[in-house]
C-alpha cells in the first residue's frame, strides 16, 4: 500500500515549533495512494509518514452481530453446528454424497420438497469448505479408517455471540474470499487460436511454454491483487469523509480515481482504461459483497452485449440519469468493510485511527493528541469530548489546558475556541474567569461578544496586539502555509492609516511566533507598501532575541 507522505510544515518560531507535527487537514489527495501520481521517489517516501484517514466504527458487539447476519458466514456456523457430534465426510473432507441435498435444504437453499437445484449444492459445497477453512470444523480419521468432521473449538462461543471470536472468523473468511476472488480474476483466457506444440519442439519447449504460463498467471494475480487493494482503499478514503447516507459510489467514478490522475479531465484512451477497471472489478467486488464486506450492485450485462452494428457501452461518453448510471455499477463499503480493511491496514504497519480515540482523557491529552497527530478530524474529536459533559466544568479543564507557550499553544487555544462553541452557553461563567489572563483574554472577549454578551471589556493594547499575534500564528500552523486562506485573515488585519507604527509595535509583541507571522504577512500581503513595513518588522522581531 503506497500513499503520498505529509510534509513536517512547521513554522520556525524556535527549535520546538521547528519539529511540530501539524493537524491534517485530510483532503483526499492528502492521503495514501498517490505516490506515482504526485512524482515521488524513493527517497520522500523514507522522509514521510502514509496518512490513513479516521472512520467511525459501530462498537464490536454491533459489527458481531453484523457478520453473523452474512448468510454465507451464517451457513458456515450453521454447518459447523450440523457436524455435531460428528459426520461422516469423503477422502477429501467434502460432504459425502447423500448429505448434499438434506444440507442445501437446512440452510434454506433449497425448497423442503422436490429436487434440489445444482446451484443450491455447489452453494452448500462452497459454506463447507468455508467453514473447514475457518475451523469451525476440524476433519480426522477414526481408528477404523472412516473420515468424519467434528465442530471445532470456536463455534460455541461464536454462537454465544463472543465479539472478538465472531469477528476474527469474519475476518479470516473476509481474507479468503479477498484471496479467492484475485485468484479468480487472474485466469488466463483460452487461446483458441493456440496450436499444439510442434513434436519436434520436445520436452524442453513444454517446460519453457509452462513456464512462460506460470510466470503470466502471477503477473495476473498480482496485478489483480494490486487493483483490488488500491479499490479498497479508496473506498475506505470516500466512506470515512461521506455524510451519512452518501457512501455509495458508482463504479464508474471508482474505476476513475483509479485511472485518471489528479486535476486532469478523461480523454478518450482513459474512457477505454476506466471502462477495463470496471469490468476487472466487478466480479471481484461481487464476491467480497458475499461476505458483507461491501453492497454491490454488479454492472448490467446487456451494457456490454455486443449487437451487430452497435459499439460496446462505454462508460463517461454521454452524461447519465441516476438509473442509468446505476446499471454500470454501485458500490458502498458496510461497517464490516471499513472494519475488515482497517484490521488490514494495522497488520501492515499503518497507523489507521478511530474518531473519538483521542477523547477518551482529559482536556489537556485532548488537546495535545488532536495537534501531534497528523491524521485527525479536529471537530469530530472534539464532539466526541464534550458529548455528556457539563458545559461550565468542561470549559474551565479546556481553558486550563489552553495555556502554554510551546509550539502548540496557538493550535490549543484555536481548539478550546471551538470546543468552547460546541459547549454553547453553559461555558460563559468559565469563559468570563479568564477575561485578564494574558494568554486567554483576548480569546475569552472574542468568544462571549460572538455569543451576542454587550458587557465585554475592551482588551489592553498589550493583550489585543498578542491576541492577534497568537489568532494568526494557529491559522498559520493549521493550514500549513495555505496562501489563499492566509491572505483572507491579513485583510482583516487592523492596520490604519499608519502600518509603520501599527508593525512597529507588533514586533516587540513577546510572542514565540511574532516573527514568523509578520513574515508571513511580509510574504502573502498584497499591499506592497503594507508587506514592505511587515517584513522590515520581521527583522527586528529576529533581531532582539
Known amino acids: 500500500m503506497a500513499g503520498r507522505r505529509r510534509k ?116 452448500t459445497l462452497r459454506a463447507w469448505s468455508l467453514a473447514c477453512d475457518l475451523d469451525l470444523v476440524e476433519l480426522g480419521t477414526t481408528k477404523e479408517g472412516e473420515h468424519v468432521a467434528v465442530p471445532g473449538p470456536d463455534l460455541e462461543p461464536a454462537e454465544q455471540g463472543d465479539a472478538e471470536t465472531v469477528l476474527e472468523l469474519w475476518l479470516t473468511a473476509a481474507g479468503i474470499v479477498r484471496e479467492l476472488a484475485v485468484e479468480a480474476d487472474s485466469l488466463p483466457e483460452e487461446d483458441e487460436g493456440a496450436e499444439p506444440a510442434d513434436a519436434a519442439t520436445g520436452a524442453a519447449g513444454e517446460d519453457e511454454e509452462d513456464e512462460d504460463a506460470l510466470s503470466e498467471v502471477e503477473e495476473a494475480r498480482d496485478a489483480a491483487a494490486e487493483l483490488l487493494d488500491e479499490a479498497l482503499q479508496v473506498l475506505y478514503e470516500t466512506t470515512a469523509f461521506a455524510e451519512p447516507g452518501n457512501e455509495t ?74 438509473e442509468e448510471s446505476a446499471r454500470f455499477g454501485l458500490v458502498r463499503l458496510t461497517p464490516l468493510g471499513q472494519y475488515g480493511i482497517r484490521q488490514w491496514l494495522l497488520e501492515d504497519g499503518y497507523d489507521a485511527p478511530l474518531v473519538g480515540e483521542l477523547a477518551q482523557g482529559d482536556a489537556a491529552e485532548l488537546l495535545r493528541g488532536v495537534c501531534e497527530a497528523a491524521n485527525v478530524l479536529p471537530e469530530e474529536e472534539l464532539r466526541v469530548w464534550v458529548a455528556g459533559r457539563e458545559p461550565e466544568p468542561a470549559a474551565r479543564e479546556l481553558l486550563a489546558a489552553a495555556r502554554g507557550d510551546d509550539a502548540y499553544g496557538p493550535l490549543r487555544r484555536m481548539l478550546c475556541v471551538s470546543a468552547l462553541n460546541l459547549l454553547g452557553a453553559g461555558a460563559e461563567p468559565a469563559v468570563r474567569e479568564v477575561l485578564d489572563d494574558p494568554e486567554l483574554g483576548g480569546a475569552a472577549r472574542a468568544w462571549l461578544s460572538a455569543q451576542g454578551a454587550t458587557d465585554v471589556p475592551v482588551p489592553e493594547r498589550t493583550m489585543a496586539l498578542w491576541t492577534v499575534v497568537d489568532t494568526f500564528a494557529a491559522q498559520l500552523l493549521d493550514s500549513g502555509g495555505d496562501a489563499a486562506l492566509l491572505r483572507e485573515l491579513i485583510t482583516d488585519l487592523p492596520v490604519k492609516g499608519d502600518p509603520a507604527s501599527w508593525f512597529g509595535e507588533l514586533w516587540r509583541v513577546d510572542h514565540p511566533y511574532t516573527a514568523d507571522v509578520l513574515e508571513a504577512i511580509g510574504e502573502l500581503h498584497t499591499d506592497r507598501a503594507l508587506a514592505k513595513e511587515a517584513r522590515k518588522a520581521a527583522f527586528k522581531a529576529r533581531s532582539k532575541g
Do not use: C
Open 8 to 123: 513536517n510544515a512547521g513554522a520556525s518560531a524556535g527549535e520546538g515549533a521547528a519539529e511540530a507535527v501539524l493537524p491534517a487537514d485530510l483532503e483526499l489527495q492528502d492521503l495514501y495512494g498517490a505516490f506515482a501520481a504526485h512524482g515521488l521517489d524513493d527517497e520522500d517516501l523514507d522522509d514521510a509518514a502514509v496518512l490513513v484517514p479516521p472512520v467511525k466504527l459501530p462498537a464490536e458487539q454491533e459489527l458481531a452481530e453484523q457478520a453473523k447476519a452474512v448468510p454465507m458466514f451464517g451457513y458456515a456456523l450453521a454447518l459447523a453446528r450440523w457436524a455435531s457430534p460428528h459426520r461422516v465426510v469423503d477422502e477429501f473432507g467434502d460432504l459425502v454424497e447423500e448429505d448434499r441435498a438434506p444440507v442445501a435444504r437446512l440452510l434454506g437453499l433449497a425448497p423442503a420438497e422436490g429436487e434440489v437445484p445444482e446451484e443450491a449444492e455447489v452453494e
Open 249 to 322: 459510489v458508482p463504479l464508474g467514478v471508482l474505476a476513475a480515481l483509479l485511472v485518471v490522475p489528479d486535476g486532469e479531465e478523461p480523454s478518450e484512451e482513459l474512457l477505454g482504461d476506466i471502462t477495463d477497471v470496471m469490468v476487472a472489478l466487478d466480479p471481484m467486488l461481487a464476491d467480497l459483497a458475499e461476505l458483507g464486506l461491501l453492497e454491490y450492485r454488479p454492472i448490467d450485462p446487456e451494457l456490454f452485449d455486443e449487437e451487430e452494428g452497435e459499439e460496446p457501452a462505454v462508460v463517461g461518453e454521454a452524461p447519465l440519469d441516476d
